[in-house]
């Protein structure tokens, strides 16, 4: 790239760094206001399904700052940190902020979709009187670890009240972009312990998510919103490529 510079903080530039921090916090912070205080930040910053009485819009925003565990941060962090310092110090961090802001919001628009149609479905198996119970209850009725037995019932509840958290929608849209800009970079995979040029390491990753997500579609793992997410990173580096041509 023409006039491109290395700078001096490529290995965690600021945007790639305040985001790792900031998460991190967030998930300590949970952490300690439910041991402490016995709070559940999820309750209020996780993506609820609208319609749930949890459900509030700026859910599309926070449930990227939210994890399920130090695992689920660590890898999604480590990730991101891998992929996204590239792609900043490519981009600049203002193109760059927008671009994860966009894709992970765009997953999270993505999930609540293919679940609206689920929705859609599962309400022609359902009487009104099933459906308001549901709506009214269904919340109540998880806090005790218990569901519905009519099995629509049971599946609308988990629908409606089982929350969305993590970064990965908006991790899988910067392996996107960096799989679209570095096409034939080498990546060393660990298992097996063997390169792959990046373009076939998102595709193949692709792939596997939508097999996932159509083989496993209770799964606890949003595959849907993963696939959204790259899918908002080809829409997004295709509308920037438009003007500037940045493949490697």
Same mark, same amino acid.
């Given at each position: 790239m023409n006039g491109y510079h290395r700078p001096a903080d490529a290995n965690f530039p600021p945007v790639v760094k305040n985001?790792?921090?900031?998460?991190?916090? *967030?998930? #300590?912070?949970?952490?300690?206001?439910? /041991?402490?205080?016995?709070?559940? #930040?999820?309750?209020?910053? %996780?993506? =609820? =399904?609208?319609?749930?009485? =949890?459900?509030?819009p700026y859910q599309f925003v926070t449930h990227l700052f939210m994890h399920a565990g130090l695992a689920h941060l660590f890898f999604n962090?480590?990730?991101?940190? *891998?992929? !996204?310092?590239? #792609? $900043?110090? @490519?981009?600049?961090?203002?193109?760059?902020?927008?671009?994860?802001?966009?894709?992970?919001?765009?997953? %999270?628009?993505? =999930?609540?979709?293919?679940?609206?149609? $689920?929705?859609?479905?599962?309400?022609? +198996?359902?009487? %009104? /009187?099933?459906? /308001?119970? @549901?709506?009214?209850?269904?919340a109540d009725v998880l806090n005790n670890f218990q569901n519905f037995t009519n099995p629509y019932m049971a599946k609308l509840n988990l629908l409606l009240n089982t929350p969305v958290v993590g970064a990965s929608g908006a991790v899988f849209g910067v392996l996107l972009g960096f799989g679209m800009l570095f096409p034939n970079t080498r990546l060393m995979l660990l298992f097996p312990p063997i390169p792959i040029k990046a373009k076939y390491f998102v595709i193949g990753y692709g792939a596997l998510e939508l097999y996932l997500a159509l083989a496993q579609p209770?799964?606890?793992?949003?595959?849907? %919103? +993963?696939?959204? !997410?790259?899918?908002?990173?080809?829409? *997004?580096v295709k509308y920037w490529n438009k003007k500037r041509t940045y493949f490697y």
């Open positions: 985001i790792i921090i900031i998460t991190s916090l *967030m998930w #300590l912070i949970t952490l300690v206001v439910q /041991q402490s205080f016995g709070v559940d #930040l999820t309750r209020w910053l %996780a993506l =609820y =399904y609208p319609g749930s009485k =949890y459900f509030h962090m480590f990730a991101f940190w *891998m992929f !996204g310092r590239v #792609l $900043e110090n @490519v981009w600049g961090g203002k193109r760059f902020f927008i671009f994860y802001f966009v894709t992970g919001i765009g997953a %999270a628009g993505f =999930y609540m979709l293919v679940h609206w149609l $689920e929705y859609r479905s599962l309400l022609t +198996h359902m009487s %009104a /009187q099933e459906t /308001q119970l @549901v709506f009214e209850k269904g209770g799964s606890n793992i949003a595959h849907v %919103a +993963h696939l959204g !997410g790259m899918l908002f990173g080809y829409i *997004m």
